[in-house]
């Protein structure tokens, strides 16, 4: 093994493991969640049909942020199917 082959295996092992710290800190933040896909919840400004997860940090710990359809206060869809992100849940509607 020449010197290029152990910086390339070095850098081979790093990427593995940032991949899979990433793997495990996403398990993390699913586990955590509270709440799923079909609930309806709200912030200080938007209200969301839960559709999918999102990912965000805090203090270095991954967080699930809700992504979904934006509702109007009546809970039907906004004008436009606009989307929208919560990540601090003030309220769950449903």
């Known amino acids: 093994m020449n010197e290029q082959e152990l910086r390339d295996k070095i850098k ?8 899979s710290i990433l793997i495990l800190q996403k398990e993390y ?9 079909g609930d309806i919840i709200s912030d200080d400004t938007d209200i969301i049909v839960v559709e999918s997860f999102k ?3 805090v203090n270095s710990i991954l967080k699930c942020a809700y992504h979904g359809t934006l509702l109007k206060k009546d809970l039907s869809p906004a004008k436009g199917n606009k ?3 919560i ?3 003030t309220k769950k509607l449903n």
């Open 12 to 19: 081979k092992i790093r990427e593995d493991s940032e991949k």
């Open 29 to 37: 933040a699913l586990s955590h969640r509270a709440y799923n896909i």
């Open 55 to 57: 990912y965000y940090y």
């Open 83 to 85: 989307r929208a992100d």
């Open 87 to 89: 990540f601090h849940v």
